[in-house]
């Protein structure tokens, strides 16, 4: 059973970077599309972005486009989501999960992380 982990969240000034990765146990997550997502109180979960088995293609929100980037360490075998000029609004619990397909909806993913918690505040 493919379970996922994610780590490297806490707090962050508005304007600076934080860079959150995603591991697996009980499987490999290059055999899957990689996808991060996050979530506040309230709302939807919300796509973020997306990586291929290959790492060659990737997909990204207009949320954070140009300012998330989500890489793979193939060496590690983990995926990374490096978060630049961050915003108050970015604050949320960040989850990764794995999935056959390459979409920006949670339906498109069958594991899940427990999710790591991301507070943007000065």
């Known amino acids: 059973q493919l379970r996922l982990a994610e780590s490297g969240g806490g707090l962050v000034q508005p304007g600076g970077s934080l860079n959150l990765s995603c591991a697996a146990s009980?499987?490999?997550?290059?055999?899957?599309?990689i996808g991060w997502f996050r979530q506040t109180p309230g709302k939807e979960r919300e796509g973020l972005a997306t990586?291929?088995?290959?790492?060659?293609?990737?997909k990204y929100a207009d949320s954070v486009k140009g300012r998330f980037t989500i890489s793979r360490d193939s060496a590690n075998d983990t995926v990374l989501l490096t978060m630049n000029s961050l915003k108050v609004d970015d604050t949320a619990v960040y989850y990764c999960?794995?999935?056959?397909?390459?979409?920006?909806?949670?339906?498109?993913?069958?594991?899940w992380g427990q999710g790591t918690q991301v507070t943007v505040s000065s």
């Open positions: 999960a794995a999935g056959p397909y390459s979409a920006l909806r949670p339906t498109a993913f069958s594991h």
């Open positions: 990586i291929s088995r290959s790492g060659v293609y990737t």
């Open positions: 009980g499987g490999r997550l290059d055999s899957y599309v």
